[in-house]
């Protein structure tokens, strides 16, 4: 299973940061699979932000539900990430996760590094 992250590395204040992230050789649709979305700013913890599931449904951090949605294209094996309103405070490295329930697998992208600034 292969995550790949894209999307601009930076971004200025107000704007909205999409990112997406492209799956090889599992489809996000497989049963039990979580598709998730997880930050890392500098400086501190990991912070998990939301995800979507096999069957389509979201789930979001209650600190980020305001300004975020997750959604999917299934005709691409992709999922995305859209953040509004972003400020400096947004920069970190952008992951996505997938996750089976069926074996406990656990995989991530490599990361993409995201900067908020004017």
């Not at 700013?41 to 539900?65: D, H, Q, R």
């Not at 959604?71 to 972003?86: E, G, I, P």
């Not at 400096?88 to 074996?103: F, H």
Request: charged share 15%.
């Amino acid at each position: 299973v292969q995550l790949q992250e894209s999307g601009p590395g930076l971004v200025n204040p107000s704007q909205t940061l999409s990112l997406t992230c492209a799956v090889s050789n599992v489809s996000i649709t497989t049963s039990g699979t979580t598709w998730t979305w997880i930050r890392h700013p500098p400086g501190k913890g990991l912070e998990w932000m939301g995800l979507i599931t096999y069957g389509g449904n979201t789930y979001y951090s209650p600190s980020l539900k305001s300004r975020t949605s997750i959604s999917r294209d299934t005709s691409k094996n992709q999922f995305s990430r859209q953040l509004c309103a972003v400020t400096p405070e947004d920069t970190a490295d952008y992951y996505c996760n997938a996750r089976s329930a069926m074996d406990g697998s656990d995989y991530w992208g490599q990361g993409t590094q995201v900067t908020v600034s004017s």
